[in-house]
T-cell receptor, first 109, second 116 residues
Framework: GQNIDQPTEMTATEGAIVQINCTYQTSGFNGLFWYQQHAGEAPTFLSY??LDGLEEKGRFSSFLSRSKGYSYLLLKELQMKDSASYLCAVRDSNYQLIWGAGTKLIIKP | DTAVSQTPKYLVTQMGNDKSIKCEQNLGHDTMYWYKQDSKKFLKIMFS???????INETVPNRFSPKSPDKAHLNLHINSLELGDSAVYFC???????????????FGPGTRLLVL
């Protein structure tokens, strides 16, 4: 079967750095996405990785290792508004997105 | 400008009723989707649809049916609602045909369905 694993919840301090990990086992691989979802709102696109390595976008970076079936989302200089769920999703060989359950990130002052 | 919109935002109804949720996108995308997000926050694909192809998640009961009057709209009809249908339903869209390999999906605000 297809599986995306992420930690259920993480806590971090305002101004700090946090890394959210995602491991996947899917039938084929055609890209990995990270989305942010604030409570009661829709998921919004954060980053996309299809090749190994690090993609940086401001305070957010995403890393991919296809051989290890592993990605992480790195958030720097955390702000209170970063409190949200972070969803990892992998596009499989059928070009369908397989979603993780999300990691709820709690930021404390 | 709203990119992907859904109506209604909230829907409370009785078991056994039939209801529809509407979705519209003004992004010019050629593919639209319906997702169900349950209380455990899993996003589960229900349908993906473009002009050529409807892909149905085989776990979706046939009480659920997508209807697309045109490329910019994909409505969701639900017959004989059950308690377990209570969830948040998200519509999304993406562009598959333009050579955009990333094919990012953009989500609507969601419809919170509560079946009593």
């Amino acid at each position: 079967g297809q599986n995306i694993d992420q930690p259920t919840e993480m806590t971090a301090t305002e101004g700090a750095i946090v890394q959210i990990n995602c491991t996947y086992q899917t039938s084929g691989f055609n890209g990995l996405f990270w989305y942010q979802q604030h409570a009661g709102e829709a998921p919004t696109f954060l980053s996309y990785n299809v090749l190994d390595g690090l993609e940086e976008k401001g305070r957010f970076s995403s890393f991919l290792s296809r051989s290890k079936g592993y990605s992480y989302l790195l958030l720097k200089e955390l702000q209170m508004k970063d409190s949200a769920s972070y969803l990892c999703a992998v596009r499989d060989s059928n070009y369908q997105l397989i979603w993780g359950a999300g990691t709820k990130l709690i930021i404390k002052p | 400008d709203t990119a992907v919109s859904q109506t209604p935002k909230y829907l409370v109804t009785q078991m056994g009723n039939d209801k529809s949720i509407k979705c519209e996108q003004n992004l010019g995308h050629d593919t639209m989707y319906w997702y169900k997000q349950d209380s455990k926050k899993f996003l589960k694909i229900m349908f993906s649809y473009n002009n050529k192809e409807l892909i149905i998640n085989e776990t979706v009961p046939n009480r659920f049916s997508p209807k697309s009057p045109d490329k910019a709209h994909l409505n969701l009809h639900i017959n004989s609602l059950e308690l377990g249908d209570s969830a948040v339903y998200f519509c999304a869209s993406s562009q598959r045909a333009s050579g955009d390999d990333q094919e990012t999906q953009y989500f609507g605000p969601g419809t919170r369905l509560l079946v009593l």
